[in-house]
């Protein structure tokens, strides 16, 4: 099984500062996902990146697919207390098409402070 | 409303009694998931659908069982639950025609479940 860790797991900033969260591992994935998830909901997707060196964009958040496709960032620019939540990656491995659905990692735990 | 819903959002049984976790979703997703959330573990999958009448094993899916004789619904049944299996369960479901990995999965709000 492919493991994905996420770093850091626990992260508390003030509003206004920048922050990256990162989601490595020692195996090659074909896609990766990032999700945020609020307490007492399910995770919401935020982007998928596909292509080794990929960069996204969501506003203020910017995610990048690193070039051998083996890890992932995630960098918030200029926090807001509504950015806070758990970040998990997930990744799919090899060409089955990840019908097993995807493996995640345990997540970076996010509070942003007022 | 559209959407997937998952009950009951919390449940407390007793060792031993057979539960059952219920998911529905109303896009006609061909994909349906069962993950379990635990401190430490992060999500991992217990068992997937890829259609009606099709399921197959994840990651963790001793003690558990579940069934597709819908597209809609996707129940999860712990048959003689344990208090390992304290947990959150999250049902999800993926449009994907092409690669699943590659299509967002859509995550009900979860089952709170303690065994007691």
């Known amino acids: 099984t492919q493991l994905l860790e996420q770093s850091p797991q626990f992260l508390s900033i003030q509003e206004g500062e920048n922050l990256t969260v990162y989601c490595n591992s020692s195996?090659?994935?074909?896609?990766l996902q990032w999700y945020r998830q609020e307490p007492g909901e399910g995770p919401v997707l935020l982007v998928t990146?596909?292509?080794?060196?990929e960069v996204k964009k969501l506003k203020r958040l910017t995610f990048q697919f690193g070039d051998a496709r083996k890890d992932s960032s995630l960098h918030i620019t200029a926090a807001q207390p509504g950015d806070t939540g758990l970040y998990l990656c997930?990744?799919?491995?090899?060409?089955?098409?990840?019908?097993?659905?995807?493996?995640f990692g345990k997540g970076t735990h996010l509070i942003i402070q007022p | 409303d559209a959407g997937i819903t998952q009950s009951p959002r919390y449940k407390i049984t007793e060792t031993g009694r057979q539960v059952t976790l219920m998911c529905h979703q109303t896009?006609?997703?061909?994909?349906m998931f069962w993950y379990r959330q635990d401190l430490g573990h992060g999500l991992r999958l217990i068992y997937y659908?890829?259609?009606?009448?099709?399921?197959d094993k994840g990651e963790v899916p001793d003690g558990y069982v579940v069934s597709r004789s819908k597209t809609e619904n996707f129940p999860l049944t712990l048959e003689s639950a344990t208090r390992s299996q304290t947990s959150v369960y999250f049902c999800?479901?993926?449009?994907?025609?092409?690669?699943?990995?590659?299509?967002?999965?859509?995550f009900g709000n979860g089952t709170r479940l303690t065994v007691t």
């Open positions: 999800a479901s993926s449009g994907a025609t092409g690669r699943v990995s590659n299509s967002p999965l859509h």
């Open positions: 195996s090659v994935f074909s896609s």
């Open positions: 990146v596909v292509t080794g060196g």
């Open positions: 997930a990744g799919a491995q090899g060409s089955g098409g990840g019908a097993d659905g995807l493996t």
């Open positions: 896009w006609s997703h061909s994909y």
């Open positions: 659908s890829a259609a009606a009448d099709i399921t």
